[in-house]
């Protein structure tokens, strides 16, 4: 049973930089794609960007292209986003999610609360 | 950018089935992923490649596309099937995903 545990809550000042770690178990990073979602308070679902298995290959929806950066280590089958250039508005819970473009995001972590505030 | 549109609201008695419109441009032509958020936990896929389950959705559940509208279709709604629903395309153009706004539906 493949599983994503995500670290845990985390509390930034603008202007400051986040990243967020994702780690699989059940299996390795380098079968699937890897996808960031977050969902602002009482908001929808915003897909961030994704990284193809290979590690080598990424892609970042147009909004985030600049300030975010996506990445893994394979030895400890963890994925990785990291956020530049906070501002309230990055205030959301982020998901890192298994996906595939036939098959949907099929496995998604529990959430990580990132909450920007002075 | 490309939207995906849905009702923000759906609203079905328990027993009754509930429908869930997503359309975008050229949807005809690409994949649709439906996903079941209940408050307070992540989403859950119940719907790929417009219409397929993947193993432990109930049969409840069932999608289908017509031109460049797709629908979640909820029979026999339970009080459990109270959640937030989006729908999903890729663009192969660009590989980047796409989120509806998602629908709440209320099971009255």
């Known amino acids: 049973q493949v599983q994503l545990v995500q670290s845990g809550a985390d509390v930034k000042k603008p202007g400051a930089s986040v990243r967020v770690s994702c780690k699989a178990s059940?299996?390795?990073?380098?079968?699937?794609?890897f996808n960031w979602v977050r969902q602002a308070p009482g908001q929808g679902l915003e897909w961030m960007g994704w990284m193809h298995p290979t590690g080598r290959i990424t892609g970042y929806a147009q909004k985030f292209q600049g300030r975010v950066t996506m990445t893994r280590h394979t030895s400890t089958s963890t994925a990785y986003m990291e956020l530049t250039g906070l501002t309230s508005d990055d205030t959301a819970v982020y998901y890192c999610?298994?996906?595939?473009?036939?098959?949907?995001?099929?496995?998604w972590g529990q959430g990580t609360t990132v909450t920007v505030s002075s | 950018s490309f939207e995906l549109t849905q009702p923000s609201s759906v609203s079905v008695s328990p027993g009754q089935t509930a429908t869930i419109t997503c359309s975008g441009d050229k949807l005809r032509d690409r994949n649709v992923f439906w996903y079941q958020q209940r408050p307070g936990q992540s989403p859950v896929l119940v719907i790929y490649?417009?219409?397929k389950r993947p193993s432990g959705i109930p049969e409840r559940f069932s999608g289908s596309k017509t031109d460049n509208t797709a629908f979640l279709t909820i029979s026999a709604t339970q009080a459990t099937d109270e959640a937030d629903y989006y729908c999903?395309?890729?663009?192969?153009?660009?590989?980047?995903?796409?989120f509806g706004a998602g629908t709440k539906v209320t099971v009255l």
């Open positions: 059940g299996d390795s990073l380098t079968t699937n794609d």
């Open positions: 490649q417009d219409y």
């Open positions: 999903q395309t890729w663009d192969s153009s660009t590989t980047f995903y796409f």
């Open positions: 999610a298994r996906g595939h473009p036939f098959h949907g995001m099929g496995v």
